[in-house]
């Protein structure tokens, strides 16, 4: 750690720097995180990329009373080192310590938490709004990197912004990046204003406008934009028709000139939009090598970059695999995802069907009704976004997919526990959002194999239907040369037996294996099954062995309001079976980021717990041992 950076305990401490000194700490902190992130993993590139801009926001507006906000905040690590906590910052994502996101109870300086992309403008406006009413004079300031403002929230916070309020500070990070480069034209919009030739002297004429305020100069100034963006289309004229004045583009690693600026915006009485130009991973060569790697990433070299070889493929790398081999079969096949190319493995997908791969940027409710508009056309669109961010599009599954039967195909990768990255992206409310869907089919599979049976599967269903899947290494079992077809609805006994039926829904078959071989050896006759489908639910299994087991035992990676064991308790009842159900699964309350075995022995989701709740049900079946005389 740098002598300057342990003198930093509150922002007040930023403000009795000179010019030097902030230069001087902004690198420590960049060394700071380069090897303290070496050892827990975390959002290294995006961090490295503001930590000029967020010094100079700490020494010009005051938190906690100032609130500052950050889109998404994964990129808020500069903040939580100096707003007090420096002293834990090595236990970031690890259990029990910093989240990687901000976090209104760990902090009175974290006014707003998010970990999905779009959020800040409308948050910020709402406060804004909120100290306009209590007749506060406060500062609000939101930090949007340029991949936000492919998110509608964005756009919908920018249409009200002018008419609610008279004061806000909104933030344009543009590094040209959300995990992977931005598409689409808001993205080429904003680059425009980079590669113009206009724009050497109009970024000198926005330093000019901060240092010499005022006058003929900046109105002169004022005036050759204007001339310039006659000639383009140029970010101020959108912004400026939404009511925002605009000021930049500035360097965003130009701490001088970033804090002169905020100091002017401070000021001003009028919403404004300060477009700064920032680049991630700025300081360490492999996080600028590797934008994507380096987004969000493991324990690596401090030195070097590298990382450990993953060795066993991912699901997402099996998904992608296996979409490009039924694409080279199906032309029909198509592939969408919402500006995760790399995290849903489509970036493998891309080389061998480009004019079948589509990337729409963070507009996940666009994702959806743009699949259902080319299902119309008679394609099978395969639309991959992580579990926790097919929440945002409930609405078009339902209205736009659902309502009119159209084939689409939701991956739903990260469903279940999502470990360090916390609550924002647990997958563990999709079975609970999507069963109660009218003609949806949802699956789980147990492994890679099956999983790539259930993309074949889905080709066959005249209707929508999703896959639930979850992050990181598959099983390692083989996979069949080419996936078959699996027969909708009805689930795969792999044990029978007849005092207890245990079912371990997808990956969770493990636990429900190990369940079953534990209490055959304590002298219970256990069925293991897998149910390989949520909806529809296996009713013909469930009958049989309600008639013959005192108990059922559902193991799930998700919330229990709601999910696989509530789906099995609605259909005995409905099937008039009074067996009891025991269910294994996420209570109702929002887990913490950590370790998924250390959380999962913290909730209850073991063997353990299970053998504990199921075994005073099964008293009476237990076999007589015989003893030899």
């Known amino acids: 750690?740098?002598?300057?950076?342990?003198?930093?305990?509150?922002?007040?401490?930023?403000?009795?720097?000179?010019?030097?000194?902030?230069?001087?700490?902004?690198?420590?902190?960049?060394?700071?995180?380069?090897?303290?992130?070496?050892?827990?993993?975390?959002?290294?590139?995006?961090?490295?990329?503001?930590?000029?801009?967020?010094?100079?926001?700490?020494?010009?507006?005051?938190?906690?009373?100032?609130?500052?906000?950050?889109?998404?905040?994964?990129?808020?690590?500069?903040?939580?080192?100096?707003?007090?906590?420096?002293?834990?910052?090595?236990?970031?994502?690890?259990?029990?310590?910093?989240?990687?996101?901000?976090?209104?109870?760990?902090?009175?300086?974290?006014?707003?938490?998010?970990?999905?992309?779009?959020?800040?403008?409308?948050?910020a406006l709402g406060m804004a709004v909120g100290r306009d009413?209590?007749?506060?004079?406060?500062?609000?300031?939101?930090?949007?990197?340029?991949?936000?403002?492919?998110?509608?929230?964005?756009?919908?916070?920018?249409?009200?912004?002018?008419?609610?309020?008279?004061?806000?500070?909104?933030?344009?990070n543009d590094n040209e990046w959300s995990i992977d480069r931005n598409v689409g034209a808001i993205a080429r919009y904003f680059h425009r204003i980079v590669t113009n030739e206009h724009y050497n002297r109009l970024h000198d004429s926005a330093r000019r406008i901060v240092e010499k305020i005022g006058g003929k100069t900046a109105v002169q100034v004022v005036r050759r934009a204007e001339e310039a963006a006659k000639s383009m289309l140029w970010p101020s004229i959108m912004f400026e028709e939404f009511g925002l004045q605009y000021f930049g583009p500035i360097d965003g690693h130009n701490l001088p000139l970033l804090i002169e600026t905020f100091k002017f915006l401070k000021a001003e009485n009028r919403p404004v939009l300060l477009h700064v130009l920032t680049q991630k991973g700025r300081g360490f060569q492999p996080a600028l090598d590797g934008q994507k790697k380096f987004h969000g990433l493991g324990p690596y070299d401090p030195e070097t970059g590298m990382t450990k070889a993953a060795g066993v493929p991912t699901y997402a790398e099996v998904f992608a695999g296996t979409l490009a081999k039924i694409a080279d079969k199906d032309e029909r096949v198509v592939a969408i995802t919402a500006a995760m190319p790399n995290g849903t493995g489509l970036d493998l997908f891309r080389p061998h069907h480009p004019k079948r791969y589509f990337d729409v940027g963070i507009a996940e409710e666009h994702a959806v009704v743009f699949a259902a508009g080319i299902a119309t056309r008679g394609f099978r669109p395969f639309c991959a976004i992580y579990s926790t961010f097919l929440q945002r599009a409930f609405d078009p599954v339902v209205h736009d997919v659902a309502l009119?039967?159209?084939?689409?195909?939701?991956?739903?990768?990260?469903?279940?526990?999502?470990?360090?990255?916390?609550?924002?992206?647990?997958?563990?409310?999709?079975?609970?959002?999507?069963?109660g869907i009218p003609e949806m089919?949802?699956?789980?599979?147990?492994?890679?194999?099956?999983?790539?049976?259930?993309?074949?599967?889905?080709?066959?269903?005249?209707?929508p239907s999703a896959i639930r899947y979850p992050r990181g290494a598959v099983a390692g079992v083989d996979c069949k040369p080419y996936p078959q077809p699996i027969p909708v609805g009805k689930a795969k006994v792999l044990t029978d037996g007849s005092d207890v039926a245990i079912l371990g829904l997808g990956p969770m078959t493990m636990l429900a294996r190990e369940l079953g071989d534990r209490l055959e050896r304590d002298g219970f006759s256990a069925a293991v099954i897998n149910p390989r489908f949520v909806k529809p639910i296996d009713r013909e299994m469930l009958a049989a062995y309600a008639r013959r087991v005192a108990a059922f035992v559902t193991i799930e990676d998700h919330v229990k309001m709601g999910g696989f064991g509530s789906a099995v308790i609605e259909a005995l009842q409905e099937i008039g079976s009074a067996v009891p159900v025991v269910r294994i699964g996420w209570p109702d309350q929002f887990i913490e980021h950590g370790k998924i075995e250390s959380l999962r022995a913290k909730y209850g989701l073991t063997v353990d717990d299970a053998y504990t709740q199921v075994l005073p049900l099964l008293h009476s079946r237990k076999r007589r041992t015989l003893v030899a005389s």
Do not use: W
């Open 1 to 123: 750690m740098g002598a300057l950076l342990e003198t930093i305990h509150s922002p007040a401490d930023l403000k009795r720097l000179n010019p030097a000194q902030m230069t001087e700490l902004a690198e420590e902190i960049r060394a700071f995180l380069i090897q303290t992130l070496s050892k827990t993993g975390g959002h290294l590139g995006p961090n490295l990329g503001v930590v000029e801009l967020t010094l100079a926001l700490h020494s010009v507006f005051d938190t906690p009373s100032d609130r500052i906000l950050f889109d998404v905040s994964h990129q808020a690590y500069i903040h939580k080192i100096l707003t007090g906590r420096l002293d834990r910052f090595a236990t970031i994502r690890q259990p029990g310590g910093l989240n990687g996101f901000m976090l209104r109870t760990e902090s009175e300086h974290d006014c707003y938490g998010a970990g999905h992309a779009g959020t800040a403008l409308s948050a």
């Open 133 to 172: 009413l209590a007749g506060g004079n406060e500062h609000v300031i939101a930090v949007a990197g340029d991949a936000a403002f492919t998110n509608g929230i964005s756009f919908e916070a920018l249409n009200n912004i002018a008419d609610q309020t008279k004061r806000l500070i909104v933030v344009l």
């Open 404 to 435: 009119q039967k159209l084939p689409v195909t939701f991956c739903m990768d990260r469903a279940g526990l999502s470990g360090d990255d916390g609550p924002t992206h647990h997958g563990l409310f999709d079975i609970s959002y999507l069963r």
């Open 441 to 463: 089919v949802l699956m789980a599979p147990q492994d890679e194999d099956e999983l790539a049976d259930m993309m074949a599967t889905s080709l066959t269903i005249d209707g």
